[in-house]
């Protein structure tokens, strides 16, 4: 039983420092890099199945060319690189997403850094319930990426007037 307690705590512990890290990651993304938030948003908003399945397929391609390339470290850890920045971008895309849908479900506005840091928070903590916590955050990581390859795609002003007839919606 104590070993339980011990394992339950580590766990919570865990996800409480991944919630204030990830949420410090994901809020300076969203600030630093507005006009690409707004994008990876309306990309998912406006096409989510669409992100979901080009996300999947995405990191199946470059997990597949850096294993391939495992003997050329240079390319491989370029790889590495844009995969791990492609997901941070599209985790923060998700979060907002995912943000948005619960401050909706409270009858809040949402808008912005909190809305990601309730979405990010949310992800973390649904992540603690095995296999369908995981599968949630599986599905937002995979989606958030599509969104971010489908943001290089999208017009600046696509993406405003999407990201303003969201921010309707949610009222």
Known sequence: ?????????????L???????GCGLLATLK????RRSARILAAL???PWRCLALGLAN???LLF??????KAPPLAGLL?????????FGLAGASERFGARILAADGRNGHGVFT???GWCGLVFAALIPVIGWLVLAVALASGVGAVIMSFFRTAEAAQGSATAQASDVK
């Open 1 to 13: 039983m104590a070993r339980f307690v011990w394992l339950l705590a580590t766990a919570l512990l």
């Open 15 to 21: 996800a409480a420092f991944l919630a204030i890290g």
């Open 31 to 34: 600030v630093i890099f507005p």
């Open 45 to 47: 908003t406006e096409h």
């Open 59 to 61: 990191i199946a391609v």
């Open 65 to 70: 060319l850096m294993a391939v390339l495992h």
């Open 80 to 88: 590495a690189i844009v995969l791990a920045l492609t997901c941070c």
């Open 116 to 118: 990601v840091a309730v």
